[in-house]
């Protein structure tokens, strides 16, 4: 199965900062990225699809790049209620499907 | 809210029980997914069923049984289980196989 890496953290980030992690595919042949986003106990959420040129959703930017093959997704203005964890989610086509990254847990602090 | 229903919520069950979990949507979508997650891990896939019929079948268990009823319904059949085995399960759904998934809020199984 190819990879889908990400740094687990955590992240402590005050309140109000900007952070950004990155994720790290190894499918050349990758076809739709996404994240999500995990609170403790409960279902992952879609936060975002990432398209080619980018994508933004309010405090949430996400970034594809192709050549050196990882997403991004930055969160500005961070708030207490953005503490999860955040699951990158390749889709390598065919018969790779949907591969999960482990996570990166984001804690923002007061 | 979620608009893909799991239930139960809560199992527990001994290592000779029989029992099932239960998923439902009704967004029209033809791809439905079970996931098995535990503690500190991101979903693991279990089973796909694209147009009600099985697609992928990730190496598990033949005490996990997959059944898909009709295009809004996904089983889980469960038997003689493992402590192992605990964890939560998490019914998935999307428009096609491999689209942007929606999830329900899982069924968390202990098996004693």
């Known amino acids: 199965r190819k990879e889908v890496e990400q740094d687990p953290g955590p992240f402590n980030v005050p309140e109000g900062a900007t952070v950004a992690f990155n994720c790290t595919y190894s499918?050349?042949?990758?076809?739709?990225f996404f994240w999500y986003r995990q609170d403790c106990r409960k279902e992952p959420k879609l936060l975002m699809s990432v398209y080619s040129s980018g994508n933004e959703d309010g405090r949430f930017t996400a970034q594809l790049n192709r050549a050196s093959q990882y997403i991004s997704l930055l969160i500005r203005d961070s708030k207490l209620s953005d503490s999860a964890t955040y699951l990158c989610?390749?889709?390598?086509?065919?018969?790779?499907?949907?591969?999960f990254g482990k996570g990166t847990h984001l804690i923002i602090q007061p | 809210d979620t608009e893909v229903t799991q239930t139960p919520k809560h199992l527990v069950m001994g290592m000779t029980n029989k029992k099932s979990l239960k998923c439902e949507q009704h967004m029209g979508h033809r791809a439905m997914y079970w996931y098995k997650q535990k503690a500190k891990k991101p979903p693991e896939l279990m089973f796909v069923y694209s147009y009600e019929k099985l697609s992928i079948n990730e190496s598990v268990p033949s005490r996990f049984s997959p059944e898909c009823p009709n295009s809004s319904l996904l089983n889980l059949h469960l038997h003689a289980l493992q402590p192992e085995d605990s964890a939560l399960y998490l019914c998935?759904?999307?428009?096609?196989?491999?689209?942007?998934?929606?999830f329900g809020e899982g069924s968390r199984l202990t098996v004693l």
């Open positions: 499918n050349s042949a990758s076809q739709s």
């Open positions: 989610v390749v889709n390598g086509g065919g018969a790779d499907g949907l591969t």
């Open positions: 998935a759904s999307s428009q096609v196989e491999a689209g942007e998934l929606f």
